[in-house]
DNA sequence: CGATCTGTTGAAGTGAGTCAATAGTGGTGG
DNA sequence: CCACCACTATTGACTCACTTCAACAGATCG
C-alpha cells in the first residue's frame, strides 16, 4: 500500500542536484567530518564497534550518513540489493506482502540495527522509515572487501546475524502460537527492553508505528490491537498518554503475559 | 512433551563406554576413516565445502559422525550451547514451547543444514530427530578456532546464516497472514523445492513428521492440517498414498495458493 | 475550522479451534 | 499369521477468538 520510490523531494528542496532517488546526503550543518565513525553515537551498539579506533578513517571512506525522512519507502522489494544499512537514529519498518496486499512486518529497527544481508541479487522485503531515519549506506562488494582485511568486523556481523534469526524464531512463537494479548504484552516488553538497553526509562515505551503497523508486525488487524489497548487500559498494566506513547504500570503482569500466562485465565 | 535426554543405547550395545548423554559414534561398518569428510555426501551442501581437499583433514579432526535415533531430542533448550552441528543424513525438528506447552516449530533441518548458531550461553530451542538422523558435532570454541585459520568457511557460515535469516522472514508472512489453506500449500512447495534440489523427482515428496510436527510449524492445529489434506485431495491437487508420502498433482495451483492466490475465491 | 487521517468502539460473521467419536497403522507376541 | 494394543490420523458437531463491516471520535494540518 502507497510506496512510491519518485522524487524525494519537495519543490524549492535546497539540494536539487544531490538527490538520490530515496534520500540525501546530510544538510550542511550535520555534513560529515573526516571521521563521523568516531563520533557516531550509534557505534558502540553496531557493526563499527568492532572496528579500531585507528582504522575509523577506512570504513568512514566506504560510506557517508545519510537520511530520509518518515515514511518513505527506501527499499524496495525486487530492486536490485546494491547496498546495506546501519541505521544510526530513527526507527525503520521492513515488510513483506503477498499480491493481494497483506502485510507482514517482519521486523522494526532501531539505532545500530543492520539492514540488507541477503544472498539474493535483489532485495526480497522492503523497508520504510517509521520516523525520520538516519543510516550509513555502504556498497555490498566494498563491504565485503573490508571485512577481508578486518574479519572482526565479519565475526560481529555474524553474531549480530545470529542474534536476529534467534529473535525472529521468536517472533515465530508469537506469531504462531500466542494469542492477541499475549502478542502485545510481548511488543510492549520488547520496546521496552529496547528502550532500557539505550539507557532511558523502561517504563515509558515510544511508540512511533501506526496501529495498522503493529497490527501487521503481530499478526493481527488494527481493530483487534486497539481493542487490546483498551483492555490493557481497563486491566491497569498501561497508560497512553498519547497514541504515540505508553506508559508501562504493570510490567510484570505485561511480563507473565508475554510468556503465556494470562493471570486472568490461567485456568 | 517426552523429551527424555536419559540414556541412548539398549542393554547389549557394542560401545558402553563410549556413550554420550544424547548419542553414539557410528557402529564399525561406518566408522570414521580418516578422512570422512572427503567420501561425505553432504559435504556439497554444506558448510563444509568451503574448506578446500588439501585442508579437509583438519576439518574431519575436529568432529566424529555421530547417529540419533528417531524420536529422540539431542538438544534441549536451557542447557549449555557447547556444540555445534551439521546435519549429513536425517530430518531434524527444531522447536520452542511456551509454558503450558503450546509448541512452535521453528524449522525442519535437513542434510546439509546447519545448527546451533547463537550468542546465547545456552540453546533457545530443543532439537529433535525426526527420522534416524546422521550429524557432524563441532565444539563451539574449536569452530571458532577453525574459523579464524580459514575465513571461507566463516563467508559460507554468513551466508548460511543470511539465507535462514530470509527464510524465518518468509515464514513470518505465512504464520501471521496466510489462511490455513495457503499455509499447508506453501509447506508442500517447500518440501517439493528440497527435494528437487537433492535431485530427486520434485512431485513426490517425504512427509517423515506427524501430523502435529506440521501443525506446530505451521501455527495450526493437527484437525485443520487433516481437513485441510483432505481439502487438496477432492480438489485434485495431491494424493496422500501413505501417511508419509504425498504426490503433488498440481503444482501449478499448489504455487499459486502458497503465494496467496486461491484459485477458489480470489474475487 | 473544515477536511482528512488515524484510532476507537460496536455489532455481526467466520475460519480455525475444541471436543468427541471413529478409523487407520504399526508394532508385539502368542 | 492374526489378535490385540497403542498411537496417529480423519471426520463431525459445535464454539469462539479474532475478523469484518460500519459508525464514530480524536488528532493533525492546511
New binding site residues.
Partial sequence: MGQDKADTHKAGDPYPRVILPEARPLPHGLKPSAEPCAACAARVLSLCDAVDQQDLHRLAALTKPRQVEA?RTFIVAGDPAEHLFNITEGVVKIYRLLPDGRQQVTGFLFKGDFLGLGPERTYAFSAEAVTRVRYCRFGRAALHRFMDDFPKVEKRLLAMTANELAASHEQMVLLGR??????LASFLVMLSRRTARLGKREDVVA?P???????DYL????????????QF?KDGLIE?P???RARIKDRETLVQLSEGVDPRSPS
Same sequence: chains 1, 2.
Fill in positions: 515514511h500466542k494469542t492477541a494479548r499475549e502478542k511508540l508505528m501506526s496501529r495498522s503497523d503493529i497490527a499478526g493481527l488487524t488494527v481493530e483487534t490491537v486497539s481493542r487490546v489497548f483498551t487500559k497512553l498519547t497514541t504515540g
